[in-house]
Structure formats: structure tokens, C-alpha cells
């Protein structure tokens, strides 16, 4: 089965044209039910049956698996059986009568708009590393894009005199417009540091690591979770918690869900009217804490 998993990985990259980390978290959900059905059942995956499967997700949840983990472990088992499927491997998907409680949705958490300056405000510009950092931040904070879209932008993609940027992912391009302050640290940091950073004049990636060579997910992971810590702030900071602050603050300040959806690249508009939930969680605490009759 593994060469069959490897197969449904290209699938879903190619032809279903999924994100990398939705087909890495796929197929590492894959590769534990495989071995959990070599290990326990000592069998291969096309043999499984109904009451096998049912009985691995219980046995997910004793390892303490939360219920989201559970429901998209089955999830990513479903779809590659509908693969197999499709390919006239199996005749019947042995998971697909499989339903698990719904996992309660919690929502994203956000920083406030004095938590977000005070973290852009981090970077020392007192060396190369302090400059890339500065752009790194003010330009997530400023579009909204996923990590895996910072890290993939080219020097190509940025229009400093249009003040935009061209963001590429899962097939699709859009447009996203850039605040001042973010236009001002790419433009520093294109014309007067990267160059002395990167380790190929070749090179095309808009941010590098200390080698010269593209930013990785973990490197920048680390770089936000070191200014978090200098900023003093308690909040657990990911990069996708600026993704989700520059989605509700927009909100907050009156742009519509559409314009949204469209800069954060949601194929559907439901995973955007979250943000309205969390603007209105917001404001309710707002109004507890300071209405004097609350």
C-alpha cells in the first residue's frame, strides 16, 4: 500500500491541486493507519474492513486524539479509499459509513491591534536579520497569506511602486495590496539587503535565511515565536494567528466578507464568516469588561 499512498499523495498535489501542508497532514494520516493496520491487524489496507476501521478510531481516541484530529484522520482514510476506488482497486470503501461526532469548532484566536504593533515592532533594523524580519512580519500582517505562501513568494511577485503583491497557490493567483509601512520595509529590505544575503545571485526566493538560500516554514516558525517571546506577549502566536488577525481587524473596520475571502483566498465564503463570529465574540467581551452594569 505504500506505493498506492505515494500515488494518492501525487493525486492530490497534480490533480486535485491541494495545498502542501492539507496533503502532508493527508498522508501522515495515511502512513498511521497503515501501520496501525500492519501492527494490530497484520493485514494490508485493501482487506480492511467496517468493524476494523471503526474499532481504529477508538483506538485513536485512547491515545488521546482530539476529536478534530479523529474527523480528519477519517476523512483523509476516506478519500484515498474513494481513490482506490476510482483506480478499480477495491469495490467498496470500508470507512464510508463511518460517522463520528462532530468536533467542536473553536474559534481562531486573534491579536489585538495593540498586541500586533507591539510584535511588528520587534525587529531591530540593525542588521540584515533585523530587516527581513520587519518585512517578513509587516507583509503577512498586512495580506494575510498562509506561511507556505510567504515563504514561496519570488522578488518577481512583489510591485513596490503599485504597492501590491502577486500571490500564487493551488492554481490560482490573486492580487493583494500592501499598507505603507509594509511598502517601506520591502522596498528597504529588496534594494538594500537582500543582496547581501542571498547565497546565489540566481536566486529568486524574496526571503532568505542566514545561508542565502529560501526561508523554510520551521525557520520562520522560529522567528515568530522568538519576537512573540521578546514582545512579552501570552498569547500562543503561529503565523496563522496574524493570517487570522488582518481577516478580523479588516472586518472590524468595515470591509465586506467578498473582499475577504478574496485576499485570504477562500474557495468558499463559509470559512470566511468565521471572522464574523469572532468580531462579534470580540465585542461581547469588550462589553463585559467595560459596561458598568455588566
Known sequence: MTDQITLYQSYLL????????????????????DKYVCDHIGCSLELVTNEQATVYFAWLTNQGKSSATVTRSLA?????YSYLITLGKLESNPVKSIHLAKAEKKLP???????????????????????????????LYATGIRVSELISLNVEDVNIPA???????????RMIPLYPAAVRA???????????????????????NLGGERMSR?????IIKHYQQTAGIQKDITPHTLR????????????????????????????????????KQNLKSVYNKFHPKA
Open 186 to 208: 520591502l522596498q528597504t529590505y529588496i534594494t538594500q539587503i537582500r543582496t547581501s544575503m542571498i547565497a546565489d545571485p540566481a536566486e529568486t526566493a524574496l526571503f532568505v
Open 14 to 33: 497534480e490533480v486535485k491541486k491541494a495545498s502542501a501542508n492539507t496533503v502532508a497532514s493527508y498522508i501522515r494520516d495515511l502512513r498511521q493507519f
Open 109 to 139: 484566536q486573534i491579536l489585538s491591534g495593540r498586541e500586533v504593533e507591539l510584535l511588528l515592532q520587534q525587529p531591530q533594523c540593525t542588521d540584515p536579520k533585523g530587516f527581513r524580519d520587519k518585512a517578513m512580519l509587516e507583509l
Open 244 to 279: 487570522h488577525s488582518f481577516a478580523a481587524h479588516l472586518l472590524e473596520n468595515g470591509a465586506d466578507l467578498k473582499s475577504i475571502q478574496e485576499m485570504l483566498g477562500h474557495s468558499d465564503i463559509s470559512s470566511t464568516q468565521i471572522y464574523t463570529q469572532i468580531v
Open 218 to 222: 520551521q525557520g520562520f516558525w522560529k
Open 76 to 80: 483523509s482514510i476516506k478519500g484515498f
Open 163 to 173: 504597492g501590491f503583491i502577486r500571490c500564487s497557490s493551488g492554481g490560482k493567483t
